[in-house]
């Protein structure tokens, strides 16, 4: 796996298409685990099947790579996600850890981001509470 191939891999502009099945295929490994702040599934269908999910609720999504590191079989990649909902548009910045199997096929996928406050502060009503409510935390 090189810089380049991931960094495609974690690009994609409002209105372009997501990868394809082929594309997922030709990088994760068959018994891939990927978890998130939302849900964690085992194997490369399963994988393929919560990411078509996301693409299919969303009226739009982006993906944005930033700084991207490489070491032995394992890689970071920081990113930004916009999701475009009924109107509403949630920013998500965050970073995935990976895991390449010797033949560099991936065979860990972990994303590390915040969900509450990107999902639930841009709601009319509920934001005001989010952010309270992260402020009674850290203030």
């Known amino acids: 796996m090189d810089a380049e191939r991931l960094r ?3 690009t994609k502009a409002y209105g372009q298409r997501g990868p394809s099945e082929a594309q997922w295929r030709e990088l994760y490994a068959p018994d891939v685990h990927f978890q998130d702040p939302t849900q964690e599934h085992h194997g490369l269908d399963a994988y393929i099947k919560a990411q078509e999910g996301l693409l299919k609720r969303c009226d739009d999504t982006y993906l944005l790579p930033g700084a991207l590191v490489i070491e032995g079989q394992a890689a970071f990649v920081e990113w930004e996600m916009g999701l475009k909902i009924k109107g509403i548009t949630f920013v998500y910045p965050g970073v995935t850890r990976l895991r390449f199997s010797d033949a560099g096929l991936i065979v860990e996928h972990r994303d590390y981001f915040d969900f509450v406050g990107p999902t639930f502060g841009p709601v009319p009503l509920l934001g005001g509470f989010v952010r309270w409510l ?6």
């Open 8 to 10: 495609a891999l974690f």
């Open 134 to 139: 992260y402020g009674r935390f850290v203030g």
